[in-house]
C-alpha cells in the first residue's frame, strides 16, 4: 500500500536525529582526539539521519569539504531484537510446506550478516574503496573518497558531494536532465557491476543516489553508502546471464533446463512441462507494451509457477534481485517508458560473447596466471606423489585377488572334504542297516527301489 511504502521510505533518510552531544562525543572517542583537532568546522545540525547512521557536514584543515557519518548509540541492540523476531517468524514459516521452500530461516542468517556489516563502518569505506577504483574516471558514476585517516569502527569520513537527490524529479527536469538516458544509464551500470565487476552496490534505493550537476545532456550518477554490496560464484553469473536471455527471447525450455541444471528445481522435473508452465504464466506479461512490463511482475510469475515444482529460493540471489528491482524502479520514476529488456540484452549478449571467446579466454588465462605459476613447481611433486598412489594402489588390488583366490580354493577344497564325509557317511550307515534294508529291498517293487536309489545319488551330490 502506498501509505506504508511512504513511511518505510522515511527510514532512508528522515529518521529523528540522535542529539548532537552524543555525535560530538562520539566522533571524539572512536577518533581519540578532541573534535577541534580533528575538523576545522563540525556541524551539529546533521544533514541526513536514517535508521543506522546519521551524517553531519564538516571541514578538514585543508579546506576540503567532507560529511562525517556516524553509527546510532545502541543500535546494535534494537537490530538483534528485531533479527531474533525474523526468526522467529522464519521458524513458523518453515512449519508450512508451501513456504518452507523459500528457506526463510536460511534469508534471515544471510540478512543479518549483511545487516551487522553495516555497523562496522570500516567494511562500507573498503566497499566504496573497491567501487570507486572499479568506476574510476567513468562517465556512468561517480563514487565520493574516502578520508581513511578519520575513519574508525563506528566514524567514517567521506568527500562531500552536491548532486541533486535523484527521486527530486522536478530539479532533474530544471536542469534540463536526460531523464531517459538517466534511466538507461542506471540499468548499464546494475549490469557491469554484476556481470564486469562481480560487485555491485545492493542498497540502490534513491536515498543512496545523487545525480552530478554537470552536464544534464550526459548525466552522471553520483552513488553513497556502500555498506551492503553483493557478488555471485562464476556459475551463478552464467546461470542467471544464460535465464535472463533466454527469457528476452522468450525460449522456456531453455529457462526450464537451466533451473534443473543449476539445482534450482530438483532434477527428476521434466523440463517440457516446467516450460509450459512458464510460458503459461510469462506470456501475457511479456506480451504487454514494452513500458508495462515489469521484472517484479515475471519475478513474481515465476516464483508462483515453481511452486508446483518446489523451486527452492536462491539466498544468494535475494540481494541481486532486491537491486535489480531496486534499479528498475528507479529507472521507470525516471523515464515511465524505459524498457529494462531491450537495454539489457545487448549488455549481456557482449559479455556471453567476451566470456565464450578468445579474448574472454585470455583474460580467465591472465586471472590464473599467477596460481598456475605458483602450483607449476609443485606438478613434478604431485605427479609422483599421484603415480606412488596409483602403484600403491595397484599392489593393495593383486594382494586381494591372491588372498580372494586363497579363499576361494579354500572353499573348493571345503566342498569335496563335506561332499567325501557325505559319501563316508552314507556307506557307513548302508553297512550298519544293510541287513534290515535287504530284507526291506526284497519285498518292494522295482519302482520303489530307482526312487530310492535316485535319492541316494542326489545326496551324494550335495
Not at 6 to 19: K, Y
Not at 226 to 247: H, M, P, W
Not at 377 to 387: D, I, T, Y
Request: proline letters at 5%; glycine letters at 6%.
Amino acid at each position: 500500500p502506498e501509505d506504508i511504502a511512504d513511511e518505510l521510505r522515511r527510514l532512508q533518510d528522515q529518521v529523528p536525529p540522535f542529539p548532537a552531544a552524543e555525535a560530538c562525543a562520539l566522533v571524539e572517542a572512536e577518533l581519540g582526539m578532541p573534535l577541534g583537532a580533528a575538523f576545522a568546522h563540525f556541524e551539529t545540525e546533521p544533514l541526513a539521519s536514517a535508521s543506522i547512521a546519521q551524517v553531519h557536514a564538516a571541514r578538514m584543515h585543508s579546506g576540503e569539504e567532507v560529511v562525517v557519518k556516524i553509527i546510532r548509540p545502541a543500535i546494535d541492540r534494537v537490530m538483534r531484537q528485531d533479527v531474533a523476531l525474523m526468526y522467529r517468524v522464519g521458524a513458523l514459516l518453515e512449519l508450512i510446506p508451501e513456504a518452507r521452500r523459500l528457506r526463510p530461516v536460511e534469508v534471515v542468517r544471510d540478512y543479518e550478516a549483511t545487516l551487522f556489516d553495516e555497523l562496522d563502518l570500516r567494511k562500507e569505506a573498503a566497499n566504496t574503496s573497491q567501487l570507486k577504483r572499479n568506476f574510476a574516471n567513468s562517465p556512468l558514476l561517480y563514487v565520493p573518497a574516502i578520508h581513511w585517516s578519520h575513519t574508525r569502527k563506528r566514524v567514517m569520513v567521506q568527500e562531500r558531494i552536491y548532486g541533486i537527490p535523484v527521486a527530486d524529479i522536478a530539479a532533474l527536469k530544471a536542469q534540463g536532465t536526460d531523464l531517459k538516458q538517466l534511466a538507461e544509464r542506471g540499468v548499464e551500470i546494475f549490469f557491469t557491476q554484476v556481470f564486469r565487476d562481480n560487485f555491485f552496490h545492493a542498497d540502490m534505493h534513491p536515498g543512496n543516489i545523487f545525480v552530478a550537476r554537470e552536464h544534464p545532456h550526459d548525466p552522471q550518477y553520483i552513488a553513497i553508502d556502500c555498506g551492503i554490496v553483493g557478488s555471485l560464484t562464476q556459475e551463478d553469473k552464467d546461470y542467471l546471464a544464460r535465464n535472463l536471455l533466454a527469457f528476452f527471447h522468450q525460449d522456456y525450455y531453455q529457462v526450464a533446463a537451466l533451473h534443473i541444471e543449476s539445482g534450482w528445481v530438483g532434477e527428476e522435473t521434466r523440463a517440457n512441462e516446467f516450460a509450459a508452465a512458464i510460458r503459461t504464466v510469462c506470456e501475457p506479461i511479456l506480451e504487454r507494451p514494452l513500458k508495462e512490463i515489469s521484472f517484479g511482475q515475471v519475478l513474481l510469475g515465476l516464483f508462483q509457477t515453481a511452486r508446483r515444482f518446489n523451486m527452492e529460493v536462491q539466498p544468494q540471489l535475494v540481494l541481486l534481485q532486491k537491486t535489480l528491482l531496486n534499479i528498475e524502479g528507479l529507472g521507470r520514476q525516471l523515464y515511465p517508458d524505459l524498457d529494462l529488456w531491450s537495454t539489457a540484452k545487448p549488455y549481456l549478449e557482449r559479455w556471453m560473447k567476451e566470456r565464450a571467446g578468445a579474448s574472454g579466454l585470455w583474460e580467465s588465462l591472465k586471472r590464473q596466471a599467477p596460481e598456475l605459476s605458483r602450483q607449476l613447481p609443485e606438478l613434478p611433486g604431485v605427479a609422483h606423489q599421484a603415480l606412488s598412489r596409483i602403484e600403491h594402489e595397484h599392489r593393495q588390488r593383486r594382494r586381494q585377488a591372491l588372498a580372494l583366490s586363497g579363499i576361494q580354493r579354500q572353499l573348493h577344497e571345503s566342498r569335496r572334504s563335506a561332499r567325501r564325509l557325505r559319501l563316508g557317511l552314507l556307506v557307513a550307515g548302508l553297512a550298519l542297516a544293510w541287513q534290515p534294508l535287504s530284507t526291506w529291498a526284497g519285498d518292494q517293487p522295482w519302482q520303489v527301489l530307482v526312487a530310492v536309489l535316485l535319492g541316494l545319488l542326489l545326496l551324494v551330490w550335495q
